[in-house]
């Protein structure tokens, strides 16, 4: 079970679930009949016993639903026993909840479950236990959204954070603004060399969000939608320029990633415009937080307009840092006005901040402090370790994202919990929160695997109590889960689980070692490119295989597969390539996997820090050839940094073209090869040879060019071979 309930009583006895089981709930109980219904169709989903439906008193062995006063509001109490399981609680949330926990006991296809008997006593440990959709960036379907708020639910994660609007595209139809759809949910995507593709995005109709809306809280969770203001709003300018600041002409929805620049101007009539905004907003979204974004105001605009600088006259505030608490506080009375919360980054914790706003802490958890301290809600949801765009392993398998790695263990060990807060404090952090920032996230099978199973190591945070929680243990229970996930379709990653290798060359053969992130299960292999399964060789220590050889492995728990297949070809030429995802970047600037297709077959990212392309082979064998191959991908450089914009290393090429710069020993010592691109913004291969070297030597490889777009990337390297 994930997560881990807070009290589980063994009992004597096994609860025989089979086709036509009754689940039995009220005739009368609306919520409890939808409850059973879920847990009937979550059965069926995973190939478990047909369960039948009763609204009626069933005899015999059935599943009842119970109304129970006395306990807390999200609490359950599940007995099951040989002669049927009774799920009680309070509230439709714990009926929802103690059936997903019954419904985890029933192993996926099973047509007749046999589920020990045992009592369990649950309730969680914090009231926000969220995730945040970035809708804005890439666009979800209707149907991938309610995807993501089914599995929410049954891993108990109750506070969807719909970020709907940002300065890549607005997703939230507002009948008074239509501009607001009819341009800023479309962008040109950035593109280099070719023509741009068409146009891509999309818009959730007040409809649609009505539809979400109920099948969220049929399902236990609540939407808090996003508006971001003032900052992150360059496509509400592009569609209204009016509501701009700068002097720039009207921009267009934009096609880049980062910080923009753009701010909304803080006239009366922008004010307005924003309150219109809200007034549908509170219409669609009953629940009783809206988010008003708040973060990365780069104030550069206001300073610069004489006019945003005069209206500050007008408002009686001091300067341009006063600018965003003016419009906290107006949205604040406004949300106030019509009985919700906001809730803002931890930008908006200023003074004068309404005593009722709610902290999401980003920077870290010094935001939730200092809310808490200051009398205000807060909710924990800090870079980098509940960003769920960063990587998850540093496997060549990771999708697009962020170069970071923060392990299912990282998440796992973040501790919600701060003990130097005083009392009165503590009970101020409502929970926690997992961010799933899309930039880089473009389907669904991405989105899972991003999100899943470090989602769920975010709902056992949020819900179990801390004396209960056990990396080991939640590992054991994620095995035992990862079944479930297959059933269900779910793209869950495999990246705890998955094999990772280390190769040496040694006379005569290779020396391969085999381990895998979290230590779990065994790895089995084969050499002669068969693959793996429970029955083939346990890796030990090491092995030795002739060069040559094809390696397959993958890691087992008894005959249970845990991940995916990691395969090596050990022919010198598959040897003597890395990609960019093996190799190691020089500098942790702004570190990205990159998608190359850009309209090509090439599927795999690359990796690469945007500030400075620059990559390390570690430890190169040069002793078979001088020769080397290199392949280069050019990549638009659609990335806004604000002010780090100058800190982007271009280098010195010689010519008026692009070059690739190889340098041997370290990335500081004068080039041994310089290539020059062939001036083409295409994907090219550029051979070379570098001086002959006997030992081991660091190769490092950077790209020098003219202007800084395109960006070029390496995509593979092959060292040591013939000379071309
Ligand atoms: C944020 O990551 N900009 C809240």
């Not at 070719?194 to 649609?208: D, I, L, N």
Request: charged share 20%; proline share 7%; aromatic share 8%.
């Amino acid at each position: 079970m994930i997560p881990e309930p807070a009290v589980i009583e063994a009992r004597t006895g096994v609860l025989v679930l089979a086709a036509g089981t009754p689940v039995y709930a009220a005739g009368e109980d609306a919520g409890a009949r939808r409850v059973a219904g879920i847990l009937r169709e979550w059965t069926q989903r995973i190939g478990g016993p047909d369960l039948a439906l009763a609204d009626r008193p069933p005899r015999g062995t059935a599943v009842r639903l119970v109304r129970r006063q006395d306990l807390g509001p999200e609490a359950y109490r599940l007995s099951i026993s040989a002669h049927g399981a009774r799920i009680e609680a309070r509230s439709d949330a714990g009926l929802l909840y103690g059936a997903a926990t019954l419904w985890q006991l029933i192993p996926p296809g099973t047509a007749s479950a046999a589920i020990p008997a045992q009592t369990i006593s649950d309730a969680p440990a914090y009231p926000w236990r969220g995730l945040m959709l970035d809708s804005a960036r890439h666009f979800q379907s209707v149907a991938d959204v309610k995807s993501v708020i089914e599995w929410m639910s049954w891993h108990k994660l109750n506070v969807l954070h719909w970020h709907l609007t940002d300065d890549q595209g607005w997703r939230l139809e507002i009948r008074k603004y239509p501009r607001l759809t009819q341009v800023g949910a479309w962008r040109v995507p950035a593109t280099v060399g070719r023509e741009p593709v068409a146009r891509v995005g999309g818009f959730y109709s007040q409809a649609e969000v009505r539809e979400i809306v109920a099948y969220a809280a049929e399902h236990a969770v609540t939407i808090v939608p996003e508006i971001d203001v003032p900052g992150h709003a360059q496509a509400a300018i592009a569609a209204y320029p009016s509501l701009g600041a700068g002097e720039d002409p009207a921009p267009t929805v934009s096609a880049r990633w980062g910080i923009h620049t753009y701010l909304l101007n803080p006239e009366e009539a922008t004010l307005r415009f924003l309150e219109d905004v809200f007034e549908e907003v509170v219409q669609l979204f009953p629940g009783p937080y809206v988010h008003v974004g708040g973060d990365e105001v780069v104030r550069d605009e206001w300073r610069r307009s004489a006019r945003v600088v005069a209206r500050l006259h007008e408002l009686g505030i001091a300067d341009v840092d006063g600018l965003q608490p003016y419009f906290t506080a107006r949205l604040g009375r406004f949300l106030a006005a019509h009985g919700r919360r906001l809730v803002g980054w931890d930008e908006i914790l200023r003074p004068g901040l309404p005593a009722d706003a709610v902290v999401m802490s980003w920077h870290g958890t010094s935001g939730a402090r200092a809310a808490a301290l200051a009398g205000n809600d807060a909710v924990l949801a800090p870079w980098p370790t509940l960003y769920l765009d960063n990587r998850q392993s540093s496997l060549p398998q990771e999708p697009t994202g962020r170069t970071q790695v923060v392990s299912l263990e990282d998440v796992y060990r973040f501790a919600p919990e701060d003990p130097s807060l005083p009392a009165h404090a503590r009970a101020h952090v409502r929970g926690v929160q997992g961010n799933l920032w899309t930039e880089h996230i473009p389907t669904r099978d991405m989105l899972e695997w991003m999100a899943l199973p470090r989602a769920a190591a975010i709902a056992e945070l949020g819900w179990t109590p801390a004396a209960r929680r056990d990396w080991r243990g939640f590992l054991q229970r994620l095995a035992a889960t990862r079944p479930r996930y297959a059933a269900l379709g779910l793209h869950a990653a495999d990246s705890a689980f998955a094999v990772h290798a280390s190769l040496q060359a040694a006379p005569g053969h290779l020396e391969v070692r085999l381990g895998n992130q979290s230590h779990v299960g065994t790895i089995r292999y084969t050499a002669d490119g068969r693959e793996p399964t429970a029955d083939s060789a346990a890796y030990g220590d090491s092995i030795e295989v002739a060069p040559g050889a094809t390696l397959a492995a993958a890691t087992f728990l008894g005959a249970q597969r845990l991940s995916g297949t990691w395969t090596q070809r050990t022919d010198a030429a598959s040897l003597a390539r890395r990609n960019s995802r093996e190799l190691e970047l020089c500098s942790d600037g702004v570190g990205l996997l990159l998608d190359a297709r850009g309209g090509t077959a090439e599927a795999a990212p690359l990796a690469l820090d945007i500030m400075d392309p620059c990559w390390i082979y570690r430890g190169a064998d040069l002793s078979a050839g001088p020769g080397f191959r290199v392949r280069a991908v050019p990549l638009p450089f659609n990335f806004e940094l604000a002010a780090d914009l100058a800190h982007v290393k271009l280098g010195s090429p010689r010519g008026a073209a692009a070059e690739l710069e190889v340098h041997v020993g370290s990335c500081q010592a004068p080039p041994a090869a310089v290539l020059a691109l062939d001036g083409t913004p295409s994907p090219q291969v550029l051979r070379g040879a570098l001086p002959a070297a006997t030992e081991r030597r660091d190769v490092c490889l950077r790209f020098a060019r003219p202007t800084i777009d395109p960006l070029w990337a390496l995509d593979w390297v092959e060292l040591g071979v013939a000379a071309p």
